[in-house]
């Protein structure tokens, strides 16, 4: 991560803390990172299972890679170097979100497995690494967005699956076949992810 440059930044410690904030929820903060490939249901899964915590009284947020980049990070484009200050800033934001005892959603490619380390190490115990698999051509038949046909065709450069290259996650906490399992499967997959490591009773 990066070095402060600011020697004026002192980090105020609140009374309010992390642990009483969980305690006034009913539920731990954490990150949830969902990573996979453009089109394999990163999003539509994060927002099923929000939903689903929802509905159970969880307080939650999914940090999404598009609605991001029209705001956080819309002075980034796709190169490997914006991609990582990209992940850098999503990192730093998901861990001010866990320090309010909200469970955080990360949505987003993340195709660098250095850079889903720095991820992890950042956020230690708190990031749980979900992998949505599912294979360039499932993706490339739903291509909802078009953006497949669009950088086959060369207008969409450094895409990954395409002309960038995606790197599976070595040791994922959870595996979600999402181009051949239904949504709701993958939903209750992720589910018993957080009853089986306390962040939810």
Not at 113 to 142: F, H, M, P, T, W
Not at 159 to 182: A, C, H, M, N
Request: with cysteine.
């Amino acid at each position: 991560m990066n070095e402060l440059k600011s020697s004026n930044a002192v980090w105020h410690n609140a009374t309010v803390t992390r642990s009483r904030r969980e305690k006034l929820n009913r539920h731990k903060g954490a990150v949830l990172w969902f990573t996979g490939l453009s089109g394999a249901g990163k999003s539509t899964l994060a927002h099923t299972v929000e939903e689903r915590l929802h509905q159970l009284g969880c307080r939650t947020y999914v940090f999404d890679g598009d609605n991001v980049r029209h705001g956080l990070c819309g002075d980034l484009g796709f190169t490997a170097e914006d991609r990582r200050e990209n992940i850098r800033r999503i990192v730093e934001m998901g861990k001010l979100f866990v320090d309010a005892g909200i469970i955080a959603f990360a949505a987003f490619i993340s195709p660098f497995e250095k850079d889903r380390q720095r991820a992890r190490e950042r956020l230690g115990a708190d990031y749980n690494e979900i992998y949505c698999r599912c294979s360039v051509e499932v993706c490339e038949q739903r291509d909802i967005k078009g953006l497949y046909k669009r950088a086959r065709a060369g207008e969409i450069k450094d895409f990954t699956g395409i002309s960038s290259p995606y790197e599976e996650p070595k040791r994922p906490e959870l595996t979600v076949d999402t181009g051949t399992q239904p949504l709701q499967y993958c939903a209750d997959q992720v589910i018993d992810l957080l009853r089986g490591k306390g962040i939810i009773a």
